[in-house]
């Protein structure tokens, strides 16, 4: 069905001379990060101001606001959350992002929902001469919105109207009556997330100067839905109020959605202060001291006859222990099996250019060092057994990065030196996945990858596909 496109209240076809504006630079502007959103924040009339001398000095810009519905679909709809990080400035509105900042530790941020800033805007723009354009909302409602404007600020310069029922064929021609109107601000009222989406698609188009998406503010202004008494905005429970007057449409927003919000709230809390950072080592530390006890007690016979066998061999000491980095960069001493002839980093040199692995890691997979044991237990991974008296005392964990010899450190290149950000481990992605056969740059992406997503269920994932590794011998020498 189409509807016959609303006829301008005003004519703008020819520019007129404005007066410069007293505009100062974004510099006044706070940005508070919440729910990884930069979120803008002044004072209401400092915020005005700012909206109008961009539209005054032609200066494009994309302004959308945030409160707790947006949060909610931003976390189930990608490319709407794509949009919002896509806009020149973001506005916080609402009293769910102040319980969200007071939570996070941030700074409280101004209340600059459009409602309010609306008015500011209009003054602003009558006495600078901006003009205009109203779009959005049933048939009447915008030009409603914009008598009410005229009516308070005779001199406001209304540039056009469109209520939101236009047919999608209509929308090229609608931009182009836009763009003849000369308005310099466009308020887009077509709801979330149909008015970002309408922005994004015709925002090259549009020469406009400033464009903001404004929900249902012409709904307000046109009288068509009663806004909540000043009593009731000061104590902010305007919510309260719109769920009153339509609770069969608000229902599940704000009863259902106000308490998602502040679950969200509080994750965004925890991560912002560090707590689930904190809450997820402590897990982790608790974790590798359960399963590295319980290994080493299951574990005690298999420890006993590879001993045995060490010593019976060459006489030679049972362990080796070897010089590693950890976690930023910190040295520890690792402990092994030994599997090697005593006098093998003498003769390690000497091999070097006989590596089966170019770059960064020596790999030998006929290194003449290694004893008969040694063959044995290295292909069954027996000879890391022992790092589980390391993961004890809190120098490396179950899961986690490979511990680099320093020689091989001071090779990094790049964001190789990602993979010493966490703590090293026994197992780890690339070990399940081929061991040795991975090259090494290879396996310092897959190190970064798994300490960018690193989690209990993960971890355990990754302990589970160690023991078909270990047994395939796949890579092990």
């Known amino acids: 069905m189409k509807f016959v496109p609303v006829s301008t209240l005003r004519s703008a076809a020819s520019p007129i001379a404005f007066m410069r504006t007293d505009v100062r630079d974004h510099s006044d502007f706070k940005t508070i990060n919440l729910f990884g959103l930069n979120l803008s924040s002044t004072a209401p009339e400092r915020a005005a101001a700012y909206i109008v001398g961009k539209a005054r000095w032609g200066n494009a810009m994309t302004v959308n606001f945030v409160n707790a519905h947006c949060v909610n679909m931003a976390r189930s709809k990608s490319s709407y959350r794509r949009l919002l990080k896509e806009s020149d400035v973001l506005l916080p509105d609402g009293i769910g992002i102040e319980i969200a900042a007071k939570w996070s530790g941030c700074e409280k941020p101004e209340n600059l929902n459009g409602t309010d800033l609306f008015p500011r805007i209009c003054e602003r723009a009558a ?137 969200y709230a509080a994750i965004e809390a925890a991560n912002q202060r560090g707590i689930a950072e904190l809450a997820g080592r402590g897990a982790k530390r608790a974790s590798d001291t359960i399963i590295a006890m319980l290994a080493l007690i299951a574990l005690l016979p298999v420890f006993l006859v590879t001993a045995l066998a060490i010593k019976l061999e060459d006489s030679g000491p049972v362990f080796f222990r070897q010089n590693r980095i950890g976690s930023n960069g910190r040295t520890f001493s690792m402990i092994k099996f030994r599997s090697m002839y005593t006098d093998a980093e003498k003769r390690r040199a000497a091999l070097l250019a006989q590596s089966d692995r170019q770059g960064t890691c020596f790999k030998m997979q006929d290194d003449p060092r290694i004893t008969r044991v040694g063959k044995t237990i290295r292909r069954l991974s027996i000879d890391e057994l022992p790092q589980l008296f390391n993961v004890l005392t809190g120098s490396m964990s179950i899961v986690g990065p490979r511990p680099a010899l320093p020689g091989e450190v001071a090779q990094y290149r790049g964001r190789q030196w990602e993979r010493l950000g966490g703590k090293p481990g026994i197992t780890c992605s690339w070990q399940v996945k081929g061991r040795a056969e991975i090259p090494f740059h290879r396996q310092a992406i897959m190190d970064r990858a798994y300490l960018r997503r690193q989690s209990f269920v993960r971890d355990l994932r990754l302990m589970a596909m160690t023991v078909p590794a270990v047994l395939s011998g796949r890579g092990a020498y």
């Open 127 to 263: 006495i600078d001469g901006a003009g205009l354009f109203f779009l959005g909302g049933i048939p009447g409602v915008a030009d409603a919105a914009a008598a009410w404007a005229c009516a308070n600020w005779p001199s406001l310069r209304i540039s056009g109207t469109q209520h939101g029922f236009f047919d999608p064929a209509e929308e090229e021609a609608l931009v182009e009556r836009i763009n003849r109107s000369g308005a310099a601000i466009l308020f887009v009222g077509l709801g979330v997330p149909l008015q970002e989406e309408w922005i994004a698609r015709n925002r090259h188009r549009l020469e406009v100067p400033v464009v903001l998406g404004v929900g249902g503010l012409f709904d307000y202004y046109s009288g068509r839905i009663a806004r909540a008494p000043a009593p009731v905005r000061a104590v902010r429970c305007e919510w309260a109020w719109r769920l009153a007057m339509e609770p069969r449409r608000m229902a599940k927003r704000y009863l259902l959605g106000n308490a998602i919000f502040l679950v």
